[in-house]
């Protein structure tokens, strides 16, 4: 039953029904506050009544503070998603209730990001934190009333596939210019390229994990451990560096200085238009053109799915020619 009662110049409306939590409301006018309380009465007698006060009472920056505790730090990419997550809680939305997010909000976002130029990639990931922190609250928060705003949206289309492959020169002065750099450069960027290692893999690798010719990855992108074959070439480069204390790892240099030195090898090598990932896929090509099958380099690399392999696979239309014959 609602009661309604005259507070200076506005009306309140109470709702006090058996099963249901006490709602109240504070309308303009007498014909505002009832026709709330009509519309809550009619929800509760038809039994589709949704309890929206957590929703319309929980902030985007406390669901996302509370989803960085929670879910983000279980994750391997938990540093990354922790940057997307303080930049959606200075943003205009974060003391946006989660009820009033909506669709027509994260569309604006999209569009203004990429106006920024934003690549497609950053802003589907910004986007996917919203929509899996909407599924998380509904899901196993029991936050009820929610609709998830990245559902009805279209997500920008993924970027183009990079197909760029250095050549045997460019990668002879790359080796050059990164020893100018620090020692352990030159040698970090042929494994890469022999291997076909995620960077991160790669510099984390430690002796006792390298047994025979064959280097048993343990934290991998996927979580799920991996073998990876090791080359001739591979091991001599190994062998190059100090041998690690204890099994510890090969490499000494931090993973950001790793990624900042190579665009300074780069543009010390005057090379265009090559990022240190582009390695993986030069090491991925690399292995069908020696003739091992999709499951073997699969094996190798990690790749789930043959979407993704192909992603990371560019062969040398020249290479294809010759054995066309």
């Known amino acids: 039953m609602a009661y309604y009662e005259k507070r200076g110049d506005a009306w309140r409306a109470q709702i006090r029904r058996k099963g249901y939590p006490t709602l109240t409301a504070t309308f303009d006018t007498k014909a505002e506050a009832h026709r709330w309380a009509a519309e809550i009465e009619g929800d509760m007698s038809r039994a589709r009544f949704v309890d929206m006060?957590?929703?319309?009472?929980?902030?985007?920056?406390?669901a996302l503070e509370r989803y960085l505790s929670e879910v983000t730090s279980t994750k391997k990419g938990a540093k990354?998603?922790?940057?997307?997550?303080?930049?959606?809680?200075a943003s205009k939305y974060a003391d946006k209730s989660m009820a009033a997010i909506?669709?027509?909000d994260m569309a604006a976002y999209r569009d203004a990001e990429l106006k920024e130029g934003k690549s497609t990639a950053t802003v589907r990931l910004d986007l996917a934190v919203i929509s899996h922190l909407y599924t998380v609250a509904t899901k196993e928060w029991g936050i009820e009333g929610l609709t998830n705003p990245c559902r009805a949206i279209r997500?920008?289309?993924?970027?183009?596939?990079r197909d760029r492959r250095p050549s045997p020169g460019e990668l002879l002065a790359l080796y050059k210019a990164a020893t100018d750099l620090h020692h352990e450069m030159p040698i970090f960027i042929e494994l890469a390229v022999e291997t076909a290692m995620r960077r991160s893999e790669l510099h984390e690798l430690?002796?006792?994990?390298?047994?025979?010719?064959?280097a048993y990855l343990e934290d991998t992108k996927n979580g799920e451990r991996r073998a990876v074959p090791l080359s001739s070439r591979a091991m001599a480069l190994l062998q190059m560096l100090p041998v690690p204390i204890g099994g510890g790892r090969y490499f000494t240099l931090a993973l950001n200085t790793i990624s900042n030195y190579f665009p300074k090898a780069c543009e010390a090598a005057k090379i265009d238009?090559?990022?240190l990932h582009d390695l993986r896929h030069e090491a991925t090509s690399r292995f069908f053109?020696?003739?091992?099958?999709?499951?073997?380099?699969?094996?190798?690399?990690g790749h789930k799915t043959l979407a993704m392999l192909k992603r990371y696979t560019h062969?040398?239309?020249?290479?294809?020619?010759?054995?066309?014959?």
């Open 155 to 161: 997500m920008p289309k993924g970027s183009k596939e």
């Open 102 to 104: 909506r669709s027509s």
């Open 273 to 275: 238009g090559l990022r």
């Open 53 to 62: 006060r957590e929703a319309e009472s929980t902030t985007l920056s406390e």
């Open 206 to 214: 430690r002796r006792d994990q390298v047994r025979g010719k064959v």
């Open 315 to 325: 062969l040398s239309p020249q290479d294809l020619a010759e054995r066309l014959g």
């Open 80 to 89: 990354q998603e922790e940057t997307r997550i303080k930049k959606w809680q």
């Open 289 to 301: 053109e020696r003739g091992f099958s999709t499951m073997e380099v699969a094996s190798i690399t």
